[in-house]
């Protein structure tokens, strides 16, 4: 048996630059965190000679190209793991469609299993630029490549996307306090709602392959706010970043009509009202998690629970994509 996960993220600064469609052109920079909520896949063998697959649905096939989940049936193809005697689980701590980049996770982690799988030896650049081809390549979807990078790496990074697709890799070296605060005060809410973030994005991508100036300078805007965030943090100034996850937020309101709506302006609002010095909504938008900077804890907790939001707590991930068990 094998098992192995990978971690899901929250974005501190510059999301919706690491899309193909603006870095190929610009040059993206995101700043991303890993958090100790994970995808999970168990790789075991098999007593009939079947490809066995549960996940959200449940799937019983003789041959690859019969899977119906396009990722693991692209994973299965690129690693060259054909069964038939194989059964393949995933297991998430947060529901997909909530912001946290469950995809990316969910890609690293198969990868890592077949490459355990086959006895390879895979280093974290090359994992995710594998689970980058499956998604953006091969599958085509509307996304950036942030969450496969920061799922494969871990920790707090700052990643560069340049236009000929190489990616620069920078840990971000926080002061032990300025760590320990920055992880103490960011405070997670499920607002109850998930959904499919690829028509948001495809609405980015599309104007911005179409070069609209307001979506193109947007970016160049919400790049500009991730690099001065990075500044902020490495000089320990939490109140700064705090002010720039809101200036992000109000930002990228701007991109698309589906990115918000009346209750998560609501809530926002009323966050901010309570102690919240900054916050945004984690991923593509219309759903998913609220995070807010704050430092009161316990009055921002208060009433957000009494508006019937439920807290995730969560600490930072070191170890990225990795091998939990192999027997």
């Keep these: 048996m094998i098992i192995t996960r990978s971690p899901l993220r929250i974005c501190l600064g510059g999301g919706g630059t690491d899309l193909p469609s603006y870095y190929r052109q610009h040059t993206g920079f995101v700043i991303s965190a890993a958090i100790n909520r994970y995808v999970y896949i168990t790789i075991n ?10 996940y959200s649905k449940y799937e019983e096939v003789e ?10 049936r692209e994973a299965l193809k690129l690693t060259g793991v054909t069964g038939p005697y194989i059964e393949i689980v995933s297991l998430s701590d947060i529901p997909a469609g909530t912001g946290m980049g469950s995809s990316g996770s969910f890609t690293t982690a198969l990868l890592c299993a077949l490459h355990t799988l086959k006895r390879d030896f ?23 490549k942030q969450d496969q990078y920061i799922s494969a790496f871990g920790g707090i990074t700052c990643f560069q996307f340049l236009p000929d697709e190489r990616v620069i890799v920078e840990p971000l070296k926080l002061a032990p306090e300025t760590l320990a605060n920055l992880e103490d005060n960011l ?11 690829s028509d948001i994005l495809r609405d980015q991508d599309s104007k911005t392959k179409q070069n609209d ?12 706010l991730g690099i001065q965030s990075r500044e902020a943090l490495l000089a320990g100034d939490l109140n700064k970043f705090a002010g720039l ?15 918000s709506n009346s209750e998560i302006d609501r809530l926002y609002e009323l966050a901010r009202a309570n102690g919240a010095l900054g916050g945004k909504l984690i991923g593509a938008g219309g759903g998913g998690f609220l995070m807010f900077y704050t430092e009161e804890k ?23 994509t990795s091998v939990v068990a192999h027997s």
């Excluded at 063998?45 to 549960?54: G, H, N, S």
């Excluded at 100036?213 to 500009?224: D, I, R, S, W």
Aim: glycine residues 6%.
């Design 45 to 54: 063998e098999a007593f009939r000679p079947r490809i066995l697959l549960k």
């Design 63 to 72: 041959r690859v190209e019969e899977i119906q989940h396009p990722i693991v």
């Design 122 to 144: 895979v280093l974290p650049q090359d994992l995710a630029e594998q689970a980058c081809h499956i998604e953006l390549k091969l599958l085509n979807e509307p996304i950036g």
């Design 187 to 197: 405070l997670l809410f499920f607002t109850g709602n998930s959904r499919n973030a």
């Design 213 to 224: 100036a307001g979506m193109v300078e947007n970016l160049h805007f919400t790049k500009q």
């Design 245 to 259: 996850m809101n200036a992000h937020w109000e930002r990228k309101r701007k991109r698309s009509p589906g990115m």
């Design 298 to 320: 316990r009055r921002l907790r208060g009433v957000m629970r009494s508006a019937g939001l439920r807290e995730v707590r969560m600490q930072f991930d070191f170890a990225g």
